[in-house]
């Protein structure tokens, strides 16, 4: 099996090719961001192991542009940092899982094999409902080639929207998968940010993606003309 390491600190780098090499990986390394991101793109390999903290580009902008050439192959990131946001962060760009450094071995080792095993079933680039796209990858919003800025929230409700695209989903449902499960306030904070996607990505451009249906909640379909659909 072959695995690429991207590490700017050369004495971890040494020790996992050491430590991998010594249980029948075929492993590569590479000394910063951007040197990786070119082994990912010329190299067959089985999975990544890709550090966030680099120079030249971080580990974010390395699995990033990954994504963006279609190159599927499964990342596992490193990282000093410790949080939920850091690691919300790689999933968002594509990452395939995430170990915090200083970690075990034999959990890096185990973490790897999995992935081998799960393999790199290829994924979509962006998500498209008409001339809307979502891009999961860059976490950006067009209509056409104009680029819709969006706020976190509303990008997050959006994309749960297009991912479930001509489903109707319930403010409930929307809730739960974008809202904090501690929020406990009023599900109308939901129509609230409908109502600010509608202002952003339909309004402008005469269409209306975003349906209502009474009493089950909303639906996302291909953009129709104002004037149609719900």
Do not use: C, H
């Not at 600190?9 to 492993?27: F, H, K, Y």
């Not at 001509?166 to 599900?187: E, H, T």
């Not at 349906?211 to 291909?222: A, P, S």
């Amino acid at each position: 099996m072959r695995v690429l390491v991207v590490d700017d600190e050369p004495a971890l780098l040494e020790s996992v090719r050491r430590g991998l090499a010594a249980g029948g990986w075929a492993v590569e390394t590479a000394p910063d961001g951007e040197a990786g991101l070119e082994r990912a793109s010329d190299g067959d390999f089985d999975v990544v192991v890709l550090d966030i903290m680099m120079p030249r580009r971080s580990g974010y902008e390395v699995v990033r542009e990954m994504r963006r050439r279609e190159i599927w192959t499964p990342v596992l990131m490193l990282t000093a940092k410790d949080g939920e946001y850091d690691e919300a962060d790689a999933f968002d760009l594509g990452a395939d899982d995430y170990l915090v450094k200083p970690f075990s071995f034999v959990v890096l080792e185990a973490r790897l094999r999995a992935l081998v095993r799960r393999g790199a079933p290829e994924r979509p680039v962006s998500f498209v409902a008409g001339d809307l796209e979502v891009d999961p990858a860059a976490r950006e919003v067009r209509r056409g080639s104009e680029r819709i800025p969006v706020t976190a929230r509303e990008y997050a409700v959006l994309e749960y929207l297009i991912r479930n695209r001509n489903q109707v989903v319930s403010k409930a449902q929307i809730l739960r998968a974008v809202w904090d499960a501690a929020y406990d306030g009023d599900d109308n904070i939901v129509e609230v940010y409908v109502g600010y996607l509608r202002r952003k990505i339909d309004t402008p451009f005469g269409t209306r993606a975003i349906e209502t249906v009474r009493g089950q909640g909303y639906r996302l379909v291909d953009s129709a003309a104002v004037g149609a659909g719900g």
